[in-house]
Every structure is written in structure tokens, then in C-alpha cells.
């Protein structure tokens, strides 16, 4: 007579089975269930210090200065600029406040078109493709405007190692189009952003093909530094590679921080008032809906642990007392609430950009948590604008 194996048992498991199989951990015949990580961890601060110290320590780097933005009047005159690969208008709201005016700005994505377009309804958006829009429509546009200074959030891939631009990929043709605009706006300034790891990308060739094309377009001094928005007054760990050059062999000036992990500014501080309001669309305070099974598992994870083990980058929950970790849009699964059994909403998302409750996110919860994530804080691009208006008067003056 054949012995009834339970259906949960070893031997229905069976010790053949993969060590692949996910979810089990396989030590000889006996096997378990494995458990997710959700314990405490230290907050990871200054991650990326080692880029920072490379940056000020290159020769080649030399030629930028700091400049102490609170002591930057915001008056006359007013300077304009131009957004490539815009977003939701991360840099652009930064620059505005600053006293600039966005002559142009170009994004692809239509819900972030369709963002940009509603809280900058004076500036011209290209929605559409930068390769299709053609230098004479450029100069259309722009017209007889000075364009002081060019925004740009260029992708960095597209380089071999060997620091040879592909021609083929298409992430290269996308800076080429920064170089292409460039040249024909002539900009006083190029102001590009990207991540820190961009400064190590095959051993720093890629970042010096990048200022060796600028230098051959007439911006011979491209500086580049990695800001930290936390220094600035943004609730969030966020750094971020700036390059910054100018066509008049001059240095290039940086925002001084203005703050230190000692009184950084805290995630509570910007959300906490909103803890406790219910769901509401219209002000884009909307999060991913979890069944109560899932509440309970968010509810096991500690600050600094993650809902999963394959996850880095979210559903992690936050910490309190100190900036929250960079936030993004993971499907649905940003981090977690540092006491809420729930992922943040797209609201406090943009509350941790430092996005004013004014400006209205287009398009469904998880396309606003996109445009959310993928944004420079406009925080820390109002002090890069602040940074940028001495330089900018006394040629305007001149």
C-alpha cells in the first residue's frame, strides 16, 4: 500500500529540488522557509564621499568656485533658460523661483509633458521627441532671447569603455542633442545634472569625453561636483552629479551648502501634518492600496529594512530624526512610512523633492510617483540658479 506523503512535508518538497527555487533555504535534506530581512540599519549618510573627494581633488577640476546663496539677491534682471529632457520641471520650478523664465523646454514623456505644461503655462514645451524638433524651430522660438543658461538631465550611457561614443545607441544620440541645441542657442551657461556614478563610469572617461565635447563647442572650463540636496534644505538624501560651463573662460560657480548632518532638515517636518488625511487624488496624496496580509508584513519591517530581500531601493522603511533616503517609483513600491503601515504617498513624494503643494502632478498615482522620482529637487536647483546670478549680472552689466 503506497505511504501519503503531506502535501507541505520534506519528502514532497524533496531534496532534489533547485537551490534555486525561491523562498527556501536548502541546508542538505533539510530545507526552510526563508525569512525577510527587516531589521534596523544604519543610515547610509555620506555614500557617496568618495566621488566628492575625487571631484575636489582632480587638477582638472579647478576651475569653480562656491558661492553663498543666502547672501544672493533674486531681483533684476530677469534671465532665461532652456529645459532638455525636462521631467515634471524639477529644475525649471528651481530657477523660476530664482527669477529665470523657461523660453523652451522639450520632454517626451506626455503625462510629464502634460505636468510641465500646466505649472509653466507661459513656456513652450516641445512634447515630443528632441531629435524631431529642427534647428530652425529652435531658433524660432527663442527668437532675438538671450539664452543665459541651458538645463539638461543628459542620460550617461551610450559610451564604450574605451570612452568612444556609439553611434548606434540611442541614449548617445540623446546627448548629442545636447551638444546640437547647445550650439545653436549658444547658452551663457550649460547647467547638466546626472547621477554620481556617472564621474566613475569606465574609470572617469566617460564624464571627461563628456567636457571634452563641450570644450570643443566653445565651453573649455566644464566644472563638475556632486551636490548633496540634503546640504540645501531638501527633507531627502539625494546627491547629484552638476556639471557647470560657460563660454567665457570664466570659473564656474557652485551653491555653498548652506546646512550639515547636524541640522539637515528631518522627513517628519515635511510630511508628518499629513499622516493622517485620507486618500485624496485631486492633491495627488495617493499611495498603492495593500491588502491587509501586506500590512501586516510592512508592519514587521524596522527603519532601514526592506519588505524584501531583492529590493535596495524600495519599500524600505524610513527613518525618523533625519532626511528620508532617495525616494523613486519602484511599481508602486517607494519606501515605507516611518511609522504608517503604508508606502508614501505621491504627495509626500513630493513634499521629499521640496515640490510646493501648488504644483499639481498629470496622469494616474503611479505615473506621478514616476515623475516624482525621476525630478531634480527644485531646492537645490533654486540655489544652483542663486549660484549662477552674480556670474550672470556682471556680464549682463557689462
Known amino acids: 500500500m503506497p505511504i501519503h506523503k503531506p502535501k507541505n512535508s520534506l519528502e514532497s518538497i524533496g531534496p532534489d529540488l533547485s537551490k534555486r527555487e525561491k523562498g527556501w533555504v536548502y541546508r542538505g535534506d533539510h530545507v526552510t522557509k526563508r525569512t525577510r530581512t527587516k531589521k534596523s ?220 548632518p547636524s541640522n539637515h532638515v528631518p522627513i517628519e517636518s515635511a510630511i508628518d501634518d499629513m499622516k493622517d488625511l485620507p486618500r485624496d487624488p485631486s492633491i495627488n496624496h495617493d499611495w498603492t492600496y495593500h491588502s491587509p496580509e501586506m500590512e501586516k508584513r510592512i508592519s514587521e519591517v524596522e527603519p532601514g529594512g526592506s519588505l524584501y530581500d531583492s529590493y535596495t531601493d524600495a519599500w524600505k522603511r524610513q527613518y525618523r530624526g533625519i532626511p528620508s533616503m532617495t525616494i523613486k517609483e519602484n511599481h508602486g513600491g517607494t519606501h515605507i512610512h516611518y511609522e504608517l503601515n503604508r508606502t508614501l504617498s505621491a504627495r509626500e513624494m513630493a513634499r521629499l523633492q521640496s515640490f510646493p503643494d501648488t504644483f499639481h502632478f498629470k496622469g494616474k498615482m503611479k505615473r506621478v510617483m514616476f515623475q516624482v522620482g525621476n525630478a531634480v529637487p527644485p531646492l537645490l536647483a533654486y540655489h544652483i540658479a542663486l549660484a549662477l546670478r552674480p556670474t550672470l549680472k556682471g556680464l549682463f552689466d557689462k
Request: with cysteine.
Open 41 to 260: 540599519r544604519k543610515p547610509q549618510i555620506s555614500r557617496y564621499s568618495k566621488i566628492q573627494k575625487i571631484l575636489l581633488n582632480d587638477l582638472f577640476n579647478k576651475g569653480w568656485f562656491f558661492v553663498d546663496t543666502q547672501q544672493v539677491k533674486k531681483d533684476d534682471p530677469l534671465f532665461n533658460s532652456v529645459d532638455l529632457f525636462a521631467g515634471c520641471g524639477g529644475l525649471t520650478l528651481g530657477f523660476e523661483q530664482a527669477n529665470y523664465r523657461s523660453l523652451l523646454s522639450v520632454e517626451l514623456d506626455p503625462d510629464a509633458a502634460a505636468t510641465y505644461k500646466h505649472n509653466f503655462p507661459d513656456a513652450y514645451v516641445w512634447a515630443s521627441k528632441i531629435e524631431s524638433l529642427s534647428n530652425e524651430q529652435i531658433k524660432s522660438i527663442i527668437g532675438e532671447s538671450i539664452v543665459h543658461v541651458l538645463l539638461a538631465g543628459f542620460p550617461c550611457q551610450g559610451f564604450s569603455v574605451a570612452g568612444q561614443r556609439n553611434p548606434k545607441d540611442e541614449r548617445n544620440v540623446l546627448f548629442r542633442e545636447v551638444i546640437r541645441t547647445a550650439t545653436i542657442v549658444k547658452p551663457w551657461f550649460v547647467v547638466c545634472e546626472n547621477v554620481p556614478g556617472i564621474v566613475t563610469i569606465s574609470k572617469g572617461k566617460v564624464f571627461q569625453a563628456i567636457r571634452e565635447e563641450f570644450a570643443e563647442i566653445g565651453y573649455p572650463n566644464m566644472s563638475v561636483l556632486v551636490l548633496e540636496a540634503a546640504d540645501y534644505g531638501v527633507p531627502q538624501f539625494r546627491p547629484r552629479t552638476i556639471f557647470i560651463a560657460n563660454r567665457f573662460g570664466l570659473p564656474n560657480p557652485y551653491p555653498k551648502p548652506i546646512l550639515n
